[in-house]
């Protein structure tokens, strides 16, 4: 079983819609939980970082975390076509001597 | 944020010669780097992790004197692919670590003909 899992897609919505794109992960030690978009043939952008359960919200993203449920997610309101990415989930331990990451999600936005 | 540079963006060798890779964090220092890999359609590989100073510790099944990684200071690392092959093709992205954030260079596509 991978430590992270998440559904590669490809997810293609309208312009406008909200998305959703979610990762599990085994590891309860996993503390630190992160969301990156990576553009074609560009490395990952860092889009939000949390720790511990709850919601962060910055702008038209929305990152939540339930620890209770080892799953994680990320909120792309009014979603628009430079959204277009694969967006990657990454996580931690204490101590960030390794980041575990998703595959990936690919997301397309239609105009 | 933070601003990283990794360069060359992309290079073309021949089978046999080395090829270097590098990379900045030029507005903080990162006391570790992460080096990855890339395939097509899939997730970051890590290769290998360094701290400034010492000796890179390599994920199993990566091959140290085939891959050699370089910290030197808190701003530079390099990968230097040695004897490439066709096989090392492939998208590397370094990843330095300021305080608890990983940000990533722009990423280097290595075409071994």
């Known amino acids: 079983q991978k430590e992270v899992e998440q559904d590669p897609g490809p997810l293609s919505v309208p312009e406008g819609a909200i998305v959703s794109l979610n990762c599990t992960y085994s590891n309860s030690a996993f503390q630190y939980f992160m969301w990156y978009r990576q553009y074609s043939r560009k490395g990952p952008e860092l889009l939000m970082y949390?720790?511990?359960?709850g919601n962060k919200e910055d702008g038209r993203f929305t990152a939540q975390v339930d620890k209770s449920s080892k799953y994680i997610s990320l909120f792309i309101r009014d979603s628009q076509p430079s959204d277009s990415a694969t967006y990657l989930c990454?996580?931690?331990?204490?101590?960030?001597?390794?980041?575990?990451f998703g595959s990936g999600t690919k997301l397309n936005v239609k105009p | 944020g933070a601003v990283v540079s990794q360069h060359p963006s992309r290079v073309i060798c021949k089978s046999g010669t080395s090829v270097k890779i590098e990379c900045r964090s030029l507005d903080f220092q990162a006391t570790t780097m992460f080096w990855y890999r890339q395939f097509p359609k899939q997730s970051l590989m890590l290769m290998a992790t360094?701290?400034?100073?010492?000796?890179?510790?390599?994920e199993q099944g990566v091959e140290k004197d085939k891959f050699l990684i370089n910290h030197a200071s808190l701003t530079l690392s390099t990968l230097t692919v040695t004897s490439a092959h066709p096989e090392d093709s492939s998208f590397y992205i370094c990843s330095p670590l300021k305080d608890t954030e990983a940000f990533f260079g722009q990423g280097t596509r290595l075409t071994v003909v």
């Open positions: 360094s701290n400034e100073g010492s000796k890179a510790t390599y």
């Open positions: 949390t720790y511990s359960s």
């Open positions: 990454a996580m931690s331990l204490y101590n960030f001597n390794k980041f575990y």
